[in-house]
């Protein structure tokens, strides 16, 4: 079993930035990823960014350029810097536990509880 947990949110300004933690713990592997997800209200979940076991990245276009995501392995722990927040960001973010199968990266059925994430003056 794995467990993940987001921390870091809140409610900040248009213009501000935000640090997601995700930590990682159970069965776990530095070979494996991670991906950071958002759901707004009224709308499907999404991938926000993403970092693979061999430390590729992937961001979604809405985001390249103000979200960088990183990894620190000795903490089990995945990062998601969010700078130059605007209120089409807030929602509530979630991690995912991303497995590394042969060459293949793969979504898990491990999910944080998610922490949200508010951006309004």
């Known amino acids: 079993q794995v467990q993940v947990k987001e921390s870091g949110g809140g409610l900040v300004q248009p213009g501000g930035s935000l640090t997601l933690s995700c930590a990682a713990s159970?069965?776990?592997?530095?070979?494996?990823?991670m991906g950071w997800y958002r759901q707004a209200p009224g709308k499907q979940r999404e991938l926000v960014a993403g970092?693979?076991?061999?430390?590729?990245?992937n961001y979604a276009d809405s985001v390249k350029g103000r979200f960088t995501i990183s990894r620190d392995n000795a903490k089990n722990t995945v990062y998601l810097q969010m700078n130059s927040l605007k209120p089409e960001d807030t929602a509530v973010y979630y991690c995912n536990y991303w497995l590394t199968v042969g060459t293949m990266t793969l979504v898990s059925a491990y999910w944080g509880q998610g922490t949200q994430v508010t951006v309004s003056s």
């Open positions: 970092i693979t076991g061999g430390g590729n990245t």
């Open positions: 159970g069965r776990i592997s530095s070979n494996d990823g």
